[in-house]
């Protein structure tokens, strides 16, 4: 059972710079598995942030930017708002058409 | 602007069947793959299926594997979701969403997610 990890919970001050990583139980994760990065606040639909690593989607600022650190996809924020506040979560293509979605990010801009 | 929007969520008991719907428009349905994506409340997201948009190429995730069929129509820009044999744990909103583009690796095409529905929420209950 393939099984994508986020870290459950983030924090990060107004201004702030954070990474919110996207590993898998027993690979790396490489350009191959597509990262892409959603974000959703509760009560809405999700926003989709970047995809095939580093490609942010329409209308997203460049203060989202993704990448692979070591072997994990990552998605950093810079100069982080108060509406960044949001779940993140991570999915990663399996092969064979299959997607599975990391168990999201809480994070919290205090 | 891209509009998604599904509907046919609600109350079933449970080895129901139901059929989710989402209308398309704005875009050109027939160009794009589409994705179905559910939230269990409270819980993260699950990729459910996704379709090519010729149809030529679907998928699907193997907790819904052999109960669940994704469709689409392109004259009427609708996808569909025919859901049998229902389970307590296949309660949630489920999301229609589009696909951006797509990529070929390991024997599959992977679609990522530009545009969703706001969800139908489909609860599985005695």
């Known amino acids: 059972q393939t099984v994508v990890t986020q870290e459950p919970s983030f924090s990060v001050s107004p201004g702030g710079t954070v990474t919110l990583t996207c590993g898998l139980s027993?690979?790396?994760?490489?350009?191959?598995?597509?990262p892409t990065w959603y974000q959703q606040t509760p009560g809405q639909a999700p926003r989709s942030l970047i995809y095939?690593?580093?490609t942010r989607s329409s209308g997203v600022p460049d203060r989202f930017s993704g990448s692979i650190l070591g072997n994990k996809a990552a998605l950093t924020i810079t100069g982080a708002q108060a509406d960044d506040e949001s779940d993140y979560y991570c999915?990663?293509?399996?092969?064979?058409?299959?997607?599975?979605f990391g168990g999201g990010t809480k994070l919290t801009v205090l | 602007e891209v509009q998604l929007v599904e509907s046919g969520g609600g109350l079933v008991k449970p080895g129901g069947s139901l059929r989710l719907s989402c209308v398309a428009s704005?875009?050109?349905?027939?160009?794009?793959?589409m994705n179905w994506v559910r939230q269990a409340p409270g819980k993260g997201l699950e990729w459910v299926s996704s379709i090519s948009s010729t149809t030529n190429y679907i998928y699907y995730a193997d907790s819904v594997k052999g109960r669940f069929t994704i469709s689409r129509d392109n004259a009427k820009n609708s996808l569909f979701l025919q859901m049998n044999s229902l389970r307590a744990e296949d309660t949630a909103v489920y999301y229609c969403a589009r696909g951006a583009t797509y990529y070929y690796h390991s024997s599959g095409y992977y679609y990522p997610i530009d545009y969703w529905g706001q969800g139908t929420l489909v609860t599985v209950s005695s």
């Open positions: 704005a875009f050109t349905f027939s160009s794009y793959s």
């Open positions: 027993s690979a790396s994760v490489s350009t191959n598995h597509y």
């Open positions: 999915v990663l293509y399996m092969g064979s058409g299959i997607s599975v």
């Open positions: 095939n690593t580093n």
